[in-house]
């Protein structure tokens, strides 16, 4: 009796955040006696992903979780899901409930760390403050394995001259498929043509590199009845064609104007007969000409929509095997449990540091200068980086050398002062000359 009751894991969400697991090298002495692996190892120990999130399967989820037999279960790193799991020999389980129907498992993730935002680098656009209308959206359709990890992320893009991007943002470029580079904005940029000067290539030599959270994973949040504005297209009738996260077409909506000449201002959309979930809008006119900036890709759902998580996290089960690498059963072998890991990772933000002093300081540094080279003018009392610093909870040295020769080490800066100023982003430190911004 004990060997069907048996309680295996499903799959396992892994949440890494980079301001507090940072794997870059410069950051560690890598001795002898404090290895980078001990280090990495030790930051891994103190890591609790609680500190930002809480995340909490969705009441739909719950019940399917009751008619499964699962269990969710959070981590210090994220949460998985177990089941009541029979062995089928050879060190193999499966579950004690059959799964023989498609579903799947929603789980809204609450942002707990009001400096979030400061220390990663999601974007701090001026529509931050209507964030509430936005939803980072995570799934394992998302078909983003690089090397051996299920990424939960959408694939980062490659350059897009068409995209406005801003200071912190990525993009990899794959024209070398063998040796693909991140490059990182140090500043606004775009659309335009790729300017060397507003990049710069972070984790040089690495292959395969990490996948990240990026724009791109980010949706909107609607009830399941909304308005959508149409007036910028002047149209008269429109057509709204609402596609499921497969693309599969599940509803259709004409709208034409009451009155011959008056251009449509608003649709109303009532998606109420749809369940909740991923949905992507593709509008057209009476010609059946796409109006792409009428678009929307969107999740559904009024009581999320009114508890506006931070993101969602959906995990879905296809009893034949389509979700390849993502699939929780081995259908070749009794549907024998595979627990596959799944990935979440943030980048932490990269800022430009200022160091406020009251007088010009007498100094050198490899990675500091002066923000005006010329003695004796208000700025030249401030230094600033030589480059944008990746923000990290274990520090990184700043060396100066005095004008007596003596060697120091300079503080970083708090993550709760970062200041969006002319395309860049800082962030600043009180030397004994208050703070910014410069004159």
């Not at 389509?322 to 800022?351: M, V």
């Not at 010329?374 to 401030?382: D, F, H, K, L």
Request: one cysteine or more.
């Amino acid at each position: 009796m004990s060997d069907l009751f048996q309680y295996r894991p499903l799959f396992n969400v892994e949440i890494l955040i980079d301001y507090y697991l940072s794997e870059e090298v410069g950051l560690f002495q890598n001795t002898s006696d404090n290895p980078m692996e001990d280090v990495l190892a030790q930051q891994m120990n103190r890591y609790r992903i609680d500190r930002d999130f809480r995340i909490v399967p969705t009441a739909d989820t719950l019940s399917v979780l009751r008619d499964y037999r699962l269990q969710f279960k959070r981590n210090n790193s994220g949460f998985f899901v177990s089941g009541q799991a029979t062995s089928i020999g050879g060190g193999s389980f499966t579950p004690f409930t059959a799964m023989n129907e498609a579903f799947s498992l929603r789980f809204a993730v609450y942002l707990e760390n009001p400096y979030f935002y400061n220390f990663t680098n999601l974007r701090l656009e001026s529509d931050l403050d209507d964030k509430d209308r936005f939803v980072y959206y995570f799934s394992n359709r998302a078909n983003n394995v690089d090397g051996g990890v299920r990424y939960l992320t959408l694939p980062i893009r490659d350059f897009d001259s068409t995209y406005a991007y801003e200071a912190s943002e990525l993009f990899i470029d794959t024209s070398d498929p063998l040796n693909p580079a991140m490059f990182e904005a140090i500043e606004n940029n775009g659309p335009g043509v790729f300017n060397n000067a507003n990049w710069r290539q972070i984790f040089t030599g690495v292959n395969p590199l990490s996948q990240f959270v990026t724009n791109d994973d980010r949706i909107v949040l609607r009830p399941f009845s909304f308005k959508h504005d149409v007036e910028s297209v002047g149209a008269e009738f429109l057509q709204f064609q609402i596609n499921d996260i497969q693309g599969t077409l599940v509803k259709t909506l004409n709208y034409r104007t009451p009155e011959a000449g008056i251009p449509l201002r608003f649709c109303e959309l009532d998606l109420i007969d749809l369940a909740p979930g991923y949905y992507q809008m593709v509008v057209q006119d009476a010609l059946a000409n796409p109006l792409p900036e009428l678009s929307l890709t969107f999740f559904i759902d009024n009581v999320l929509s009114q508890e506006r998580p931070f993101a969602i996290i959906e995990c879905f089960h296809e009893p034949e095997g389509s979700l390849g690498a993502y699939r929780w059963l081995d259908q070749n072998n009794q549907n024998g449990l595979l627990f596959p890991e799944y990935t979440l990772r943030w980048k932490n933000r990269s800022t430009w540091w200022r160091y406020y002093h009251e007088e010009s300081p007498n100094l050198v540094s490899p990675v500091l200068q002066n923000l005006d080279p010329i003695p004796n003018t208000p700025n030249n009392r401030i230094l600033i980086s030589t480059t944008p610093l990746a923000l990290t909870q274990v520090g990184r040295e700043i060396p100066v050398t005095y004008g007596n020769g003596d060697l120091g080490l300079f503080p970083n800066p708090d993550i709760q002062m970062i200041y969006p100023e002319n395309g860049r982003i800082f962030s600043e430190l009180d030397m004994g000359g208050g703070f910014g911004p410069p004159v």
